[in-house]
């Protein structure tokens, strides 16, 4: 049993296309998160959701927008697509301890 | 300001010994905690060791140990015999309060290990 999911692994897409990622957690945790790790590796935090409600927002830009049905799920939607958004997305969840699990990320190649 | 500095973008160690790959932090909470994540060439995060600030022990989980001083704000990881299956890249984290509310984990910008056969 996949306990992180993410749907597409790859996604290879055009400039100023929108887009989606899936992610969906099997683990009953309340808290998701979003990450981006950069092509020199650095990971850092985009959106986390508690329970279906936003609680942190770094200063993402407009074009990005999760969206959580359901607090096993939360999809990251991609506006207008750029250059600089080709990264590795990660979803997570957060378990006892504060320990996150990490979905297995989504390469995002956008040309 | 670095909230997680990791000083060594590269480290190599031979098969069998025992590495340390130093963290230090920076955070004005009292109540926080310490991560390392192992992330292999294959790309996914993997859960290594927790240890929090309140914790007066040092954490242990099998192989590997965080050698926590907090008075140093140094959370360093300590893999002892060293297999090639450790090759990957760490990344030590630290959860704090966001500015907002909530909780944010802050990565460093990680520590790539080869161990040499």
């Known amino acids: 049993d996949t306990a992180v999911s993410q749907t597409p692994k790859y996604l290879v897409t055009q400039m100023g296309n929108d887009k989606s990622i899936k992610c969906e957690q099997n683990l009953g945790h309340d808290t998701m998160y979003w990450y981006k790790q950069d092509s020199k590796k650095f990971l850092k935090i985009m959106f986390s959701y508690n329970n279906k409600e936003l609680i942190i927002n770094e200063t993402v830009p407009n074009r990005f927008s999760p969206k959580s049905p359901d607090k096993a799920h939360l999809n990251l939607h991609i506006n207008s697509l750029e250059l600089g958004d080709s990264a590795v997305y990660f979803c997570?969840?957060?378990?006892?301890?504060?320990?996150?699990?990490f979905g297995p990320g989504t390469r995002l190649t956008v040309t | 300001a670095q909230k997680i500095t990791q000083t060594q973008p590269g480290m190599f160690v031979q098969e069998k010994e025992a590495v340390t790959l130093d963290c230090t932090y920076d955070t004005s909470d009292q109540s926080y905690g310490l991560f390392w994540y192992k992330q292999p060439s294959s790309g996914e995060m993997i859960f290594l060791i927790y240890q929090g600030s309140y914790d007066e022990q040092n954490a242990t989980e099998g192989r590997y140990s965080l050698n926590f001083q907090k008075a140093r704000k140094s959370a360093n990881l300590v893999i002892s015999a060293s297999q090639l299956g450790d090759s990957a890249m760490y990344f030590c984290?630290?959860?704090?309060?966001?500015?907002?509310?909530?909780?944010?984990?802050?990565f460093g910008a990680g520590t790539r290990l080869f161990v040499k056969a």
């Open positions: 984290a630290m959860r704090e309060g966001g500015d907002t509310g909530g909780f944010k984990t802050i």
């Open positions: 997570a969840s957060e378990g006892e301890l504060d320990k996150q699990y």
